[in-house]
């Protein structure tokens, strides 16, 4: 090492050279915790939306024609399986009318804000982050259970006149 002074080669201080030693057995540490939080980042991502814009998807063959529209047309995902299971489904899951696209295609905005209105009430930090959350508990609560909307959702739906 040079004298930064007289630019004379200079014997290093041990004391120098285990701090240089110290620092850099402390940034490989913090590259090998960075590298494992990105590669750990990377791995959780199940797939799955976690919002209701996310994932473009494909309407297909089926549900393309049973809305009249082009297969290759996309929505989000989460908008695209609640209508092919509105618009396809066995048991209408609508009260008092047929699961025509119109009606399923308001039913799932009036759902949506239904729970973005919900999770406002609850003055929570994320309110799409919170609506997603019950927007997902209602699929999975219909799924276990197939048939009519809640009570409380029903009536959103019906008050935004999507039934007909």
């Known amino acids: 090492m040079l004298d930064v002074h007289t630019g004379a080669p200079h014997a290093m201080s041990s004391q120098t050279a285990a701090a240089a030693i110290a620092f850099g057995c402390m940034m490989r540490r913090i590259s090998i915790v960075l590298a494992l939080v990105l590669a750990a980042a990377a791995c959780s991502s199940s797939g799955e939306p976690d919002g209701f814009n996310q994932q473009p998807t494909e309407l297909g063959d089926e549900l393309g024609e049973a809305m009249g529209e082009p297969a290759t047309n996309t ?9 092919e299971g509105c618009v396809l489904a066995d048991t209408p899951r609508l009260n008092d009318t047929a699961n025509t696209s119109q009606n399923c295609t308001c039913a799932f905005d009036a759902i949506v804000q239904f729970y973005i209105d919900a999770a406002s009430a609850r003055a929570v930090e994320d309110v799409d982050a919170e609506a997603f ?3 997902k508990n209602l699929d999975e609560n219909l799924q276990d259970n ?9 009536r959103a739906v019906e008050a935004d006149n999507c039934l007909g």
């Open 75 to 83: 929505l989000p995902v989460v908008e695209r399986n609640f209508l």
């Open 133 to 135: 959350a019950l927007f």
């Open 146 to 154: 197939p048939g009519n909307l809640p009570a409380d959702v029903q």
